[in-house]
């Protein structure tokens, strides 16, 4: 397990509300790493930079399907997109550099998932500046 992969479950895993977790590049649009059983695809890697950079507008009118799932939107801001479908889950917050993605299920809290995967963001920031 890399660095990067030990700091997903650290800060999110260890909260028993983040299902799994990873974080996107967005230089190279690329998975950078993810939590063990989370297999994000590099067109989930480029859907959820597009809902940032090109589509934010449309996932907070009609939500965003992600792994056959339709989910809606909660919250959709150049930071932020928060996403649900019936008792699961998405999260993606965006800073200069990376796309940290966190889901949760059903049992977990998805204010403690969203307060985890912000936390881990800002310590991001804080690092790229």
């Known amino acids: 397990m890399n660095q990067i992969q030990s700091l997903l ?29 989370f297999n994000l695809q590099p067109q989930y890697a480029l859907l959820l930079s597009s809902a940032f950079f090109k589509n934010l507008l449309h996932v907070r009118r009609e939500g965003l399907y992600f792994k056959e799932k339709h989910y809606k939107c909660v919250r959709a801001d150049e930071c932020s997109i928060y996403l649900k479908n019936e008792d699961r889950g998405l999260i993606a917050v965006k800073t200069d550099s990376y796309i940290l993605v ?10 403690v998932c969203v307060e985890a995967v912000e936390k881990l963001a800002n310590y991001f920031r804080d690092k790229e500046n």
Do not use: F, Q, R
């Open 9 to 37: 479950n650290d800060c999110l895993i260890k909260t028993k509300h983040v299902e799994h977790a990873a974080i996107i590049k967005l230089k190279d649009e690329i998975v950078w790493a993810s939590t063990l059983g």
């Open 102 to 111: 966190a889901t949760y299920s059903e049992g977990m809290y998805p204010s």
